[in-house]
RNA sequence: CGGGGUGUAGCGCAGCCUGGUAGCGCACUGCGUUCGGGACGCAGGUGUCGGAGGUUCAAAUCCUCUCACCCCGACCA
């Protein structure tokens, strides 16, 4: 490819919008361009990233044995309003009507849809397993779109869906589902993470997400460095501490803090330690009463986990500020168990405190000498807060780190959730009609782009990895317009190189060289080739790898088959 | 949804406070010189100053409404 030839679209300045650097670094290199809150366009440059990326997530999902189709983006209401969730999927479902005043809404995953193929198509169990998937464009409309195509509201995805005759044949899937990803992350030369997850609003039992590990994620992850125990924060458990509840020793004291908000004024305030206070965040309650959960000062309440219990409504939801006050007395910031007649929940870490700091439900003051059971009933206990860096794995073999992570992949076990309510029956050997146990697969596409860019830059720009590189080399001659004999041999090596299987940038502008340099270095292409005059005259080109700190000269004669040997190499 | 910010040339910005009919850098076009790390000179084109309404002799500038985009928050309780 030839750089007049292709719709080349860098910038020299950053655009001011953007705040991460592979939105930055995307945008200025002219990957995508945004055309709307969370809508891009894929440039040809970005969009031969993202086809990269899409060869390598298709060829490993066939060798996984599934099969690709493509089912509609817009999809008709009914089926969502049989699996429920047109109502359940909430205002992230973008719904719209045709001329003829039906519903319909821009699919933003597709168990509806697959479902509705299969029931129709698969009637035995000589049919299954099957493992159907797509790569398509989605549409979900996020509170917040942010961070470019990381987290975009039209993003392509590849989801699969496979179904089964029995639980066992769903895991031998499921785990041949979690090889397939983690060959498709480690060939796509990504540093990467599975972690066990939460199931989030997808339902259904096991589920597995793939991180692609960066200081920006937007995710926690907790993991052993001692054992293969890893998991998304909002599922780790945290567990009790080892030791009994404190004994009582000081008296329960009303004290007056002016002003005081946060832990860390009262904590400041007091003079104490955060963790010697127990912050209360007050939710929905399942009855419709508020419910009070409490967390010890230096943790952090995880809505994720309090949702799964009974007394919490969901979704989980904070009770309206007005609600505390009628309730409590108070509003935030001086909330707490003392006098409070409702459900109270406390953190295993809470559960052993004594002689703690909480909020006095009135304003501007707090209780000091807090103990449970004297100032306050026994509170139901569990664990609702995140675990920390230091906290003892939930295997009893070592103690928890925390890595940021970009969510890339995720794959769920949904049992028969959708099976049963769209009914997807099948007979089995025995001629008995059973419902289908069913798995899904999801990779964000476009998401792994920038997650590669947010783990691969330098000052100069992008680096990418190899199998996601729009070029392989870049071919730059250095004074083409006045050097015949740097022309000719440009002409001819991009010719060679291009036989020789290689995807080549060749950049013919006859720009100046620090322009081509800037420009070849910012879109990331992994290696270099530069034809100059100098190195011409002792028959020589020069090499140099994206992220070498210097070029080496090779004997023009050999350049093709030494560019050839380092695309392959890694 | 709450809070904050920004909309002026393709991009980055100044001008707004104190109203007088729009500017800088990059990019772009032409010519010339340059040519191994984002060149230089000369000449040029480019704007409904996000939109609507209002105040005024006069609005990019003041007022009202509105739209778009960005950031933070939604774990303050």
Not at 172 to 196: H, N
Not at 292 to 306: C, F, I, P, S, Y
Not at 430 to 441: D, H, I, L, P, T
Request: neutral net charge.
């Amino acid at each position: 490819m030839r750089v007049s030839q292709f719709f080349l679209s860098t910038h020299r300045e950053t655009p001011a919008e953007a705040e991460v650097v592979s939105h930055r670094l995307m945008l200025r290199a002219g990957l995508i361009r945004s055309l709307a809150r969370g809508i891009y366009t894929w440039m040809p440059l970005g969009l031969r990233v993202l086809r990269k990326v899409e060869a390598v997530v298709r060829e490993e999902m066939n060798a996984a044995g599934a099969i690709e189709l493509v089912m509609p983006a817009v999809q008709p209401a009914e089926l969502w309003q049989e699996s429920g969730r047109w109502e359940e999927y909430g205002p992230e479902l973008l719904r719209f009507k045709d001329r003829h005043q039906r519903d319909f809404c821009f699919g933003p995953t597709h168990e509806e849809v697959v479902s509705d193929i299969v029931r129709q198509e698969v009637k035995s169990y000589r049919q299954l397993p099957l493992n159907l998937y797509q790569i398509q464009t989605k549409f979900r409309d996020e509170i917040r779109p942010r961070f470019g195509v990381m987290r975009a509201r039209e993003f392509v995805m590849k989801d699969a869906y496979s179904f089964h005759a029995d639980p066992a044949s769903l895991d031998e899937t499921y785990r041949a589902m979690i090889q397939c990803y983690s060959r498709i992350f480690t060939r796509l030369g990504l540093k990467f993470r599975a972690v066990a997850a939460d199931t989030g609003a997808i339902g259904g039992t096991g589920s597995h997400e793939f991180h692609v590990l960066a200081d920006s994620g937007e995710d926690a992850i907790a993991f052993c460095p001692d054992s293969d125990y890893a998991a998304n924060v909002e599922l780790a458990e945290a567990l009790a501490p080892a030791g009994p509840r404190g004994k009582a020793g000081a008296a329960l004291a009303r004290v007056h803090t002016p002003g005081v908000r946060t832990i860390a004024e009262l904590s400041a305030f007091l003079k104490i330690a955060p963790e010697r206070t127990v912050k209360a965040v007050v939710l929905d309650g399942a009855d419709g009463r508020p419910v009070l959960l409490m967390v010890r000062g230096d943790h952090e309440a995880n809505l994720t986990k309090a949702a799964k219990l009974e007394q919490v409504k969901k979704p989980v939801a904070f009770a309206a500020v007005d609600t505390l006050r009628s309730l409590f007395g108070a509003g935030p910031g001086s909330l707490g168990p003392v006098g409070f007649k409702g459900v109270v929940i406390a953190d295993r870490a809470v559960a052993v405190m004594s002689d703690f700091v909480a909020g006095a439900n009135q304003d501007d003051h707090h209780y000091t000498g807090v103990n449970i059971g004297r100032d306050f009933p026994e509170p139901v206990v569990a664990d609702v807060r995140n675990v920390v860096a230091g906290d003892a794995s939930p295997d009893g073999k070592g103690r928890l780190e925390i890595l940021r992570g970009i969510e890339v992949g995720h794959v769920f076990q949904l049992r028969t959730k959708y099976s049963r309510a769209l009914d997807l029956s099948f007979l089995d050997e025995a001629g008995k009609s059973r419902v289908m146990e069913m798995g899904c697969y999801g990779i964000g596409v476009t998401r792994i782009v920038a997650a590669a860019i947010e783990q691969n830059h330098d000052a100069r720009g992008i680096i990418f990895p190899r199998a996601m590189a729009p070029f392989e080399l870049a071919l730059v001659p250095i004074g083409a317009g006045k050097n015949a004999a740097v022309r000719t041999a440009a002409e001819t090596l991009h010719r060679d190189l291009s036989a020789a299987g290689i995807d080549v940038l060749f950049d013919d502008r006859d720009e100046r060289p620090g322009v081509a340099f800037a420009d070849m270095e910012l879109i990331g292409i992994p290696h270099r080739l530069v034809v100059g005059e100098r190195g011409l005259k002792a028959g020589e080109v020069e090499y140099q790898g994206r992220r070498d700190a210097r070029a080496r000269n090779l004997p023009l004669p050999d350049a093709v088959k030494y560019v050839k040997s380092m695309v392959c190499e890694n």
